[in-house]
């Protein structure tokens, strides 16, 4: 039933080290999104994904790198991580994007 | 910047009191959307208005918009404890192909 999903919920990780966060959505949608959520709540978008094919990346440092090996796929990988990278990362869909959004539960990266 | 911005930033009533929130932003918009967030979950979308709209109501959810002095409000009436929740608005700006958060109020409902 779930309409957007994220794997894992909860990450504990040490610097330097490399790790992947998958989301799946069983809504249809044609757009996906990564966001990032620090400490002090403010939502800013990282990539966004149109039928597999990238349109947005928002300045991201290049240790963060999306895949969609599908339209109901975007999985966000990153290498090196850094403390900085600390934060909840929530993966979105829409049908198009003009529209709402919906949002997955979140996944809480701590790096230690 | 292109974010917007709420006020309050946070905001405490009783329940059954109404709550209203502001949002203003910079440039002009095709909708502005307005999502909830409990404590610990993913955002919820609650209500879109479209730029050539005014006002748009969802059950006990009213949200105006004035493109005239870019802003945006949201009002709760007889608010709820389960209301307690952190409220964003989202601007899907002209020309952009993202939503732009604010900072969100932080709502808390006392019983």
């Known amino acids: 039933d779930t309409a957007v999903s994220q794997t894992p919920k909860y990450l504990v990780t040490q610097m330097g080290n490399d790790k992947s966060i998958k989301c799946e959505q069983n809504l249809g949608h044609d757009t996906m999104y990564w966001y990032k959520q620090d400490s002090k709540k403010f939502l800013k978008i990282m990539f966004s994904y149109n039928n597999k094919e990238l349109i947005i990346n928002e300045t991201v440092p290049n240790r963060f790198s999306p895949k969609s090996p599908d339209k109901a796929h975007l999985n966000l990988h990153i290498n090196s991580l850094e403390l900085g990278d600390s934060a909840v990362y929530f993966c979105a869909s829409s049908p198009g994007g003009r529209h709402e959004q919906y949002f997955g539960p979140g996944t809480r990266l701590t790096v230690t | ?111």
């Open chain 2, 1 to 111: 910047s292109q974010q917007g911005e709420e006020d309050p930033q946070a905001l405490s009533i009783q329940e059954g009191e109404n709550a209203t929130m502001n949002c203003s932003y910079k440039t002009s918009i095709n909708n502005l959307q307005w999502y909830r967030q409990n404590s610990g979950r993913g955002l919820v979308h609650l209500i879109l208005i479209r730029s050539n709209e005014r006002e748009k109501h969802s059950g006990r959810l009213r949200v105006t918009l004035d493109t005239s002095k870019k802003s945006s409000s949201l009002l709760i009436t007889a608010s709820r404890a389960a209301d307690t929740a952190s409220y964003f608005c989202a601007t899907d700006f002209q020309g952009a192909q993202k939503l732009v958060f604010g900072q969100g109020t932080r709502l808390t409902i006392n019983p």
